[in-house]
């Protein structure tokens, strides 16, 4: 199996930053893309960022220029959040599209979430 853990959020003032950390591990050949999403209460489950094996980005538009996505050593990834306003409090869940073998199928995981909160 493959395990996605999200570390580092939490409550922070409108303009503060945080910054998301997610690992995986388990059974893993690679990792082609890798991304953050986004949930708020009663909305749908959104894209803020995903990035590939090759470093390629991709925001969305409500969190460019405010947000960065990184990765490091292929299986963590980061999303270094600045500026942050009330309207980025949701549950923000790391994801990972996984192949676990050479020329392998691909697989989509997802992590448990974590809580951003931007409150004064």
């Known amino acids: 199996q493959v395990q996605l853990v999200e570390s580092g959020g939490g409550l922070v003032q409108p303009g503060g930053s945080l910054r998301l950390s997610c690992a995986a591990s388990?059974?893993?050949?690679?990792?082609?893309?890798m991304g953050w999403y986004r949930q708020a209460p009663g909305k749908q489950r959104e894209l803020v960022a995903t990035i590939t094996s090759d470093a390629s980005t991709n925001y969305a538009d409500s969190v460019k220029g405010r947000f960065t996505i990184s990765r490091e050593s292929s299986k963590n990834m980061y999303l270094q959040m600045n500026s942050l306003q009330p309207e980025d409090t949701a549950a923000y869940y790391c994801?990972?599209?996984?192949?676990?073998?050479?020329?392998?199928?691909?697989?989509?995981?997802w992590g448990q979430g974590t809580q951003d909160t931007v409150s004064s």
């Open positions: 388990g059974s893993i050949f690679s990792i082609p893309a």
């Open positions: 994801y990972a599209r996984v192949t676990r073998r050479i020329g392998g199928a691909l697989y989509d995981f």
